[in-house]
Each structure stands twice: as C-alpha cells, then as structure tokens.
C-alpha cells in the first residue's frame, strides 16, 4: 500500500465524479484548489519523477521498504506506462494556476495472480490526511471491480497507521497476516464494493 516491493486540499474537500465524457479525469477533490484523480499517462513521468523526489525519506520508506532518493528512470516509465488492462496507475494532481500542475498523489495497481492486483500508495506529505488517499483508492477499487477482479493484496510496514486508517475508511472488510518480520500483507475482497 504504502509500500509494496513489486509496486517499483483541505479536509472539507469532496469528491465529485466526473461524467465520462469528459475523461481522462475521474474524480476532483474541490477546495482552495482543484486536485484531479486521473489515470496516469506517459507524460506524466517527469512530473512524477518529481513528486517521489519530494516526499520526506519516511514516506519513501514506507512506499519502497527502504530509503531511496526517488524513482529511476525505467521505474518512472513503467509506472507512467500501464496497459490498463492488467495494470493501472493514478495520480492526483493539483491544479496550481493556468498551466501549472503538480503531482500530490500516485498509486499503481499491478496483476497478483489471475484475479486480483496488488496496490501501491503514496501522498505527498503536506497532502497527507486530507482525502487523496481515499480517493486515489476509490478510483482503484472502480479500476478493479471494471475488470472483475476479486480482491486487491497490499504489503505495508507493520507500522504504518496511516494506511490501517485509510483501509478503515473505504468500509470494506480487510484481512492482515503477518508476512515477514515488520511486514504485513492485506487482503481486501471486493464482493460486497461489487454487490453496491
């Protein structure tokens, strides 16, 4: 979730679907400024480049399970390169002014098994706890009921509250196991988000 080994505003905001004709974007978060959830795209990879270089060295531990300085290059390509169809990415970007656009938020779906995908999650810190999260996940959890999948996997530090809380909010059941020293797994089935 917040970290995965494969996986390479305001508090008053809200969030509104957007109708499909006018994707790419799928979500906006309103407040003082405009954060669109949107599939990524190849020409994000520059500016996401960015945003892994900004985040403090804990947040990038808790994503990568260790302390890195940023993507790589071909880590940026493959994220900004999904197929859509057995891999995903979104990212929330904030609109700061005609023209300037800034990645807060990237999370990244890849295959784990024939029916289900494991998920990757990062905010960037001044972000964090205002609802990108949960709408980045949101627009997930849509991705993979779209695709009939019958659950999400995430690895995360056993010590990364942030995500259990995160988890807690989509309402949805969570299983956890322990999957190395420090390391736990989680299961999400999406029966019930299919039922709604």
């Not at 994000?44 to 531990?61: H, K, N, V």
Request: charged share 25%.
């Amino acid at each position: 979730m917040a970290g995965t080994h494969r996986c390479t505003t305001n508090r008053s905001s809200r969030v509104v679907t957007v109708p499909a004709r006018r994707r790419p974007a799928s979500r906006v978060l309103r407040g003082p400024a405009a954060i669109v959830i949107r599939p990524i795209r190849p020409r994000d990879r520059e500016a996401l480049e960015r945003f892994y270089q900004a985040l403090s060295p804990g947040s990038r531990r808790d994503r990568f399970f260790s302390i890195v300085s940023g993507l790589t290059e071909r880590q940026a390509r493959q994220f900004c390169t999904p197929d859509h169809a057995h891999d995903e990415g979104f990212i929330a970007v904030l609109e700061e002014g005609p023209g300037r656009r800034r990645v807060v938020g990237h999370l990244c779906l890849e295959p784990d098994g024939s029916d289900a995908a494991e998920v990757a999650i990062a905010v960037a810190d001044e972000f964090q706890g205002r609802g990108i999260g949960h709408a980045l996940m949101t627009a997930a959890l849509d991705w993979a009921v779209r695709r009939g999948l019958a659950r999400l996997t995430a690895t995360m530090l056993a010590g990364n509250g942030a995500i259990y809380r995160l988890l807690a909010g989509l309402g949805l059941p969570a299983m956890t196991r322990a999957s190395g020293p420090g390391v736990v797994g989680i299961t999400i089935p999406l029966a019930s988000r299919k039922a709604a």
